[in-house]
Nanobody
Framework: QVQLVESGGGLAQAGGSLRVSCAFS????????MGWFRQAPGKERDVVAA????????YYTDSVKGRFTISRDNAKNTVYLQMNSLKPEDTAVYYC????????????????WGQGTQVTVSS
């Protein structure tokens, strides 16, 4: 059974930076594509970024392009989301998710989810 544990959320000022991490265990990490999703109060959980098993392919939603970077370290079984130039509208609970095989963009395609970490950006 795959387990995902996020860390690194918190409070930042607009224009600041945060990095969230997700530790993967229970299966072979390199067999899984990974995604970061976020959910603000009263809104749907949407994809923020996704990365293929070897990091060769990445996806970013338009609102974070040029500001966020997804990366993974297969030796450490960890995926990261570096968030720069943060905006108040980035405030949400951030979730990492795993799916075996190819990179996916739809939340319903992901098999495993972390518990989420709160990111709050003040103006």
């Amino acid at each position: 059974q795959v387990q995902l544990v996020e860390s690194g959320g918190g409070l930042a000022q607009a224009g600041g930076s945060l990095r969230v991490s997700c530790a993967f265990s229970g299966r072979t990490f390199s067999a899984y594509a990974m995604g970061w999703f976020r959910q603000a109060p009263g809104k749907e959980r949407d994809v923020v970024a996704a990365i293929s098993w070897n990091g060769g392919n990445t996806y970013y939603t338009d609102s974070v392009k040029g500001r966020f970077t997804i990366s993974r370290d297969n030796a450490k079984n960890t995926v990261y989301l570096q968030m720069n130039s943060l905006k108040p509208e980035d405030t949400a609970v951030y979730y990492c998710a795993a799916v075996r095989g190819a990179l996916r963009l739809l939340k319903n395609e992901y098999e495993y989810w972390g518990q989420g970490t709160q990111v709050t950006v003040s103006s």
